[in-house]
């Protein structure tokens, strides 16, 4: 996801998800845990139940398969039977449908660190961090993870993820790929090599790592449906739809599947048929997630047809499902989403009312104060896009300072990635386009917003070629179902028609 999508998601660490989940060892006594990882090599599990450490292994299994709902039950099990079980809070905290469960799991899991071993409670705190921003210290704990168990696929993996989320895609295929070696039959390894070779344009060994998925395991949806994605990405909508259509077959309850036939079916052009699977998968939803997931669809879909009044209507569905539960984390970036959809309808002064209860939602909130300084920074990222739009650049400009400076203190490459971003908008507005570009050549080249930018810039200096190629970029983005995206493809599409007629 874009970093424009922290928006929507606070929770950073969850594509850590199945990646934080520990080595298999017996249930014991931490003296005896420590013997048993020396002999075997893998990170241990501490937990004074030996049917506790059962149901977390079999909780795992289902999660590391992406059946998270699935998992959920058994991880509670375990947790019921051993309540200091640390590892199984984190588990379950990654398991979670809702922002709301999410941050009390994750908040136990910490409580109980010092409980368990070394090695997993570098991994809860290095989900902590993933959580709070703090990336410089989430590479170091997983690191140290790394260094003290080598030999452990899961915590290769880790490392391989978190380099996969900072867009390192060179370290995250060695890691990935080190734990397919340690464990051949380890099939998330081969999810996440195939993301990171599509992210770079090598969609023949994406297809050969997502074919090695489905080998490992044929009975699981995921594998299809990884595999769909890049059929997505390739402009292979029709094959992306028998794909999705066999991970359902497999589960019909795998809601992901239902998301990406409609955002296939979008960029097909058949948008009441996209609907259509977005209200099924609304009618099938077992937890509030996958109800919140439907209707974020329904609004991204309205969103790429250009009715944003009905786009900002499906948020309110969403918001009011996590009001209920006064789930602040959800509530806050269901508030940040619609501020971005009443941007594009250059409605300035109701996005920023809406940017300004996100703040205080989450300052109300009981986050961590990590979270609250992030979303204060992220403020004035907000602040400056509503001030581009009235065109008071100076505003802009010192709101964009201010992100700047907080990014760089952070050494957070997610959010310096947003300070050129900023930075290349105000250019952009006031036609400076040699400065633009060279910003925005620095921001999130997986936002689809912002190569649509860079091809504006190139057609206000006259570059018909390169408007040409990152037009092109923008309109064939083919991603899964997401504002930024929405709010470009058509503009894109017609600019890029254009200049071919």
Not at 11 to 35: H, Q
Not at 450 to 479: V, W
Request: glycine share 6%; charged share 25%; net charge negative.
């Amino acid at each position: 996801m874009s970093l424009n999508d922290f928006n929507r998601c606070l929770l950073a660490a969850v594509v850590l998800g199945t990646a934080m989940w520990i080595g298999c060892n017996k249930a014991s006594e931490n003296g005896k845990s420590a013997r048993l990882s020396a002999d075997t090599g893998k990170v241990p599990i501490t937990t004074k139940s030996e049917e506790a450490r059962k149901e977390f292994l079999r909780g795992r299994d289902l999660s590391e398969r992406l059946l998270g709902q699935e998992s959920v039950e058994h991880f509670d099990k375990a947790i019921q039977l051993d309540p200091d079980f640390a590892s199984a809070e984190l588990a379950r905290a990654n398991a979670s449908a809702t922002a709301k469960e999410f941050f009390e799991h994750l908040k136990k899991a910490e409580g109980l660190a010092d409980k368990a071993s070394d090695g997993e409670k570098l991994l809860i705190l290095a989900n902590v961090a993933g959580v709070n921003g703090e990336t410089v210290k989430q590479q170091n704990y997983l690191e140290k993870v790394v260094a003290a168990y080598p030999n452990d696929e899961r915590a290769q993996f880790a490392l391989g993820v978190y380099h996969f989320g900072q867009q390192e895609y060179a370290p995250a295929i060695d890691h990935c790929a080190k734990a397919g070696e340690l464990a051949s039959n380890y099939s998330p390894s081969y999810n996440i090599l195939g993301y990171a070779y599509r992210q770079r344009g090598d969609y023949g060994n994406a297809e050969k790592a997502f074919q090695k998925y489905i080998e490992l395991i044929p009975n699981d949806p995921n594998p299809y449906d990884s595999y769909a994605e890049l059929l997505l990405k390739m402009g292979k909508f029709d094959d992306s739809i028998a794909q999705y259509r066999k991970a359902l077959s497999v589960d019909s309850h795998f809601v992901p599947s239902h998301s990406g036939i409609a955002a296939d079916l979008t960029y097909m052009g058949k948008t009441n048929e996209a609907m259509t699977e977005l209200l099924r998968l609304a009618d099938q939803a077992r937890n509030d997630g996958e109800l919140r997931l439907a209707y974020f669809g329904l609004a991204v879909v309205a969103a790429d047809g250009g009715k944003l009044d009905n786009a900002v209507q499906q948020i309110d569905r969403e918001y009011a499902i996590a009001e209920k539960k006064n789930d602040a984390g959800f509530m806050a970036a269901d508030l940040q989403a619609k501020g971005n959809i009443l941007l594009e309808e250059q409605k300035y002064d109701d996005a920023k009312r809406q940017f300004d209860r996100s703040l205080q939602t989450i300052e109300g909130s009981g986050l961590s104060q990590e979270i609250k300084e992030n979303a204060r920074l992220f403020h004035h990222f907000n602040e400056a896009a509503v001030a581009v739009g009235k065109k008071d650049y100076a505003a802009a400009k010192t709101q964009a300072e201010e992100f700047r400076k907080g990014a760089e203190a952070s050494q957070n490459p997610v959010q310096v990635r947003q300070a050129h971003e900023l930075a290349g908008r105000i250019a952009l507005a006031q036609k400076q386009y040699d400065n633009a570009i060279a910003e925005l050549q620095q921001a999130n080249q997986e936002d689809p917003q912002n190569l649509y930018r860079l091809c504006q810039a190139y057609q206000g200096k006259g570059d018909t070629a390169k408007a040409q190629d990152y037009c092109s970029k923008a309109a064939a983005f083919n991603s899964l179902l997401q504002l930024n995206y929405a709010f470009v493809r058509t503009r894109a599409q017609k600019m890029t028609a254009g200049k071919k007629s």
